[in-house]
């Protein structure tokens, strides 16, 4: 199997670089590494961690604020927590039911591959105008990623045709 991953060294980092598995070369020439830290981790910061806490209490009933404690505080971004709550009939209202494999409008079909020990699960997906979307296959392919025939059915399957 190609190498995939590049180990680099100097005297400020040391990082994988990801390598194209076609030409085995860097696909972007990158010289420095990005990190998302807390500002709890950061030597420059004036804040104690109790400091850190009195901003939170003060932030955590507004989303604005909430945002911004998120963004300065902890290094991370902010994803407002909605709720919206549908009872059966709502969401039976909402049913299709279509005869053909895939529905006859324009629309992009995308494959999600997940990468587990023992096996890779795959879900077809059609996306229509609107974000509207239809799972149209979901399969499970036995077998570890490292081996190169679950490899080989991996591909295979992903690049037939319908």
């Not at 299709?96 to 990468?115: M, N, R």
């Not at 239809?134 to 990623?145: E, K, M, Q, V």
Request: proline content about 4%; some cysteine; charged content about 30%.
């Amino acid at each position: 199997m190609e190498k995939l991953w590049q180990w680099v060294e100097n005297e400020c980092t040391a990082v994988f670089y990801a390598l194209c598995p076609t030409c085995g070369r860097r696909g972007v020439d990158n010289h420095h590494a990005g990190f998302t830290a807390s500002k709890l981790f950061s030597p420059w910061s004036k804040d104690r961690p109790a400091d850190i806490a009195k901003k939170w209490l003060l932030a955590k009933d507004n989303d604005a604020t909430k945002q911004a404690w998120f963004n300065t505080q902890l290094g991370q971004p902010f994803r407002a927590q909605t709720r919206k709550t549908s009872t059966i009939d709502q969401l039976l209202a909402r049913c299709e039911t279509w005869e053909e494999d895939l529905p006859q409008v324009g629309g992009v079909l995308t494959a999600g591959v997940d990468v587990q020990d023992e096996r890779i699960e795959i879900e077809l997906v059609f996306w229509g105008k609107n974000e509207e979307s239809w799972s149209i296959d979901y399969s499970i392919l036995p077998g570890n990623f490292d081996d190169l025939e679950t490899q080989k059915r991996l591909d295979e399957y992903l690049r037939r045709t319908v």
